[in-house]
């Protein structure tokens, strides 16, 4: 598992590390640890061109004793020192080392290799100020390889927003810890390649961790495996409430991902039976009202549901719910909030917006924030989806989950109806809605990456990849 820590905790290790240390270890470990990843992307360090993008900070500190390190390998280093002051030990030791400040910093950035961006890191506050933004434009647009220092300047450590202009980096080389702006878009998207130097602090780390990101085997751990003397009812029936006559499809996708998600039976309710089971004869379907409809486990709740009624039995039930896509329209919060049971709201960004009562924008643009906030209004666990889906916890004290398994292949018609279908499946296995929710995430997108394999994908496709994704997983 990955995890993300919030700059107060890697300063607090950081100071308890220090404490025992002679001053300036980090430091040089954190910038040895640079320059060898700057050396490994230069190929060949003796004759390269190195720029310095150098903050009046520690992060300008690193770049600083990373150039040195490059100039005694052979590299030509000139640092452009942006602040009213630079690290005196950093500067020393780079003139120490051959290298140079620049005279004319457009003239050296034009020519340059690699551009180390040291302006700021976790001590950054907003975007970049005016002065460093036609010197980071004029490094993207010179070709060299820009490798941001601890985090790409500009972006916000803590909360992946990125307030006004930001550097752009192709890698980020970062320390001790991973930040939450580094998995959380769209920061994340500045960052490029993310390579975690350590630097002794993982100890001294505060538990439980900001952010989590789940790797295979922490989703093999969470799918269900069937015991031997399981039948349908044992592992678990999920109800799916969706579609409508104008949307049957919708109802056809999530019992899709619902029948590769675990449960021992889909129970399909509304009026889109007959083309549900066109296509999976394997569903049992119901026309009635979802309380006559027989028990189950969890129920999914609003894909393609429109004005079907059905809502009130599904809220009013004592199993897990999840709510999507039409079913969170007008969805009524004090009657989530005295659920007896758990409840999954899977909003996209314009849904999450209309619940929280502000813009799409605003929840794009501070995805964690919005996420948390959600989670804690409606008193539920919230998949909010996105280029980096993310699953918070009702109780703040809970880390969130940020899925690293999307693509852009699948923002594409009815995606979001199979993944609705394949949590409440997990859902109804008994896994903890949180679980659920990551675990479909995983599985989702690595589905997709399996369809697409460069090219464009149906929903339909993703639903029929699950099974391999799956296989994947577990193995
Ligand atoms: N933690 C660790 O374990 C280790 C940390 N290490 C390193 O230290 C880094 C943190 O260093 P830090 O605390 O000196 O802060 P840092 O990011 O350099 O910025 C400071 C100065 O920037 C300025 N400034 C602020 N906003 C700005 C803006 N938008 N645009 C431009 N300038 C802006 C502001 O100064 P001002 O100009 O306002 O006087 C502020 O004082 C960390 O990221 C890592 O690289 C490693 O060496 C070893 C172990
Ligand atoms: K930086």
Redesign the pocket.
């Known amino acids: 598992m990955r995890t993300a820590y919030r700059v107060e905790s890697?300063?607090a290790a950081?100071a308890a590390l220090m404490a025992g240390l002679p001053e300036g270890t980090?430091?040089r470990r954190?910038a040895a640890g640079l320059a060898g990843a700057c050396a490994g992307l230069l190929g060949r360090v003796y004759g390269s061109r190195v720029v310095l993008l150098v903050?009046?900070?520690?992060?300008?500190?690193?770049a600083l004793y990373a150039g040195a390190g490059l100039a005694r390998r052979g590299a030509g280093v000139t640092a452009v020192l942006l602040?009213?002051r630079a690290h005196e030990g950093g500067l020393a030791a780079l003139l120490a080392a051959g290298g140079r400040v620049a005279d004319d910093p457009f003239a050296v950035l034009a020519r340059a290799d690699l551009v180390l961006d040291g302006?700021?890191?976790?001590?950054?506050?907003?975007?970049?100020?005016p002065e460093?933004v036609p010197l980071v434009r004029a490094a993207r647009g010179s070709g060299a390889v820009v490798v941001a220092?601890?985090?790409p300047s500009?972006v916000d450590a803590d909360t992946g927003a990125v307030d006004g202009e930001a550097v752009r980096a192709d890698a980020t080389v970062t320390?001790?810890a991973y930040k939450p702006g580094l998995l959380v878009d769209p920061a994340r998207e500045y960052a490029g390649a993310v390579r975690l130097v350590d630097?002794g602090?993982a100890d001294l780390l505060p538990s439980p961790p900001e952010l989590e990101a789940l790797h295979h085997a922490d989703v093999a751990g969470l799918l269900p495996v069937p015991a031997a003397e399981s039948d349908k009812y044992r592992r678990g029936v999920v109800g799916v409430v969706a579609g409508s006559a104008r949307y049957p499809g919708a109802a056809v996708l999530a019992v899709a991902g619902a029948l590769r998600g675990g449960a021992g039976a889909v129970r399909y309710v509304g009026p889109a039976g007959a083309a549900v089971l066109a296509r999976y004869p394997e569903t049992l379907v119901h026309a009635g009202p979802p309380a006559d409809a027989g028990r189950v486990q969890a129920w999914v709740l609003g894909p393609g549901l429109g004005d079907t009624p059905g809502a009130d039995d599904v809220l009013g039930s004592d199993v897990p719910v999840l709510v999507d896509a039409d079913g969170l329209r007008a969805l009524d919060m004090a009657a989530v909030r005295a659920r007896p049971a758990p409840t999954l709201l899977t909003p996209h960004a314009g849904e999450a917006a209309a619940l929280l009562g502000t813009d799409r924008a605003d929840v794009e643009a501070r995805r964690l924030e919005a996420v948390r906030e959600l989670a804690a209004r409606y008193g539920a666990t919230v998949l909010l989806k996105g280029s980096t889906t993310l699953v918070a916890d009702p109780d703040p004290g809970v880390p969130v989950r940020v899925n690293p398994t999307g693509t852009p292949w699948l923002a594409t018609a009815g995606s979001g109806d199979v993944l609705s279908g394949l949590a409440g499946s997990l859902l109804a296995t008994g896994l903890a809605p949180r679980d659920a929710a990551s675990a479909a995430a995983y599985l989702h997108g690595l589905a997709a990456r399996r369809a697409a394999a460069g090219a464009p994908v149906a929903a339909h496709d993703v639903a029929d990849a699950l099974p391999g994704a799956w296989r994947d997983v577990a193995a």
């Open positions: 890697v300063r950081e980090l430091m954190a903050g009046s900070g520690a992060n300008g500190g690193d602040g009213a302006i700021t890191g976790i001590g950054g506050r907003g975007g970049l100020r460093a220092v601890d985090l500009g320390f001790g630097i602090l």
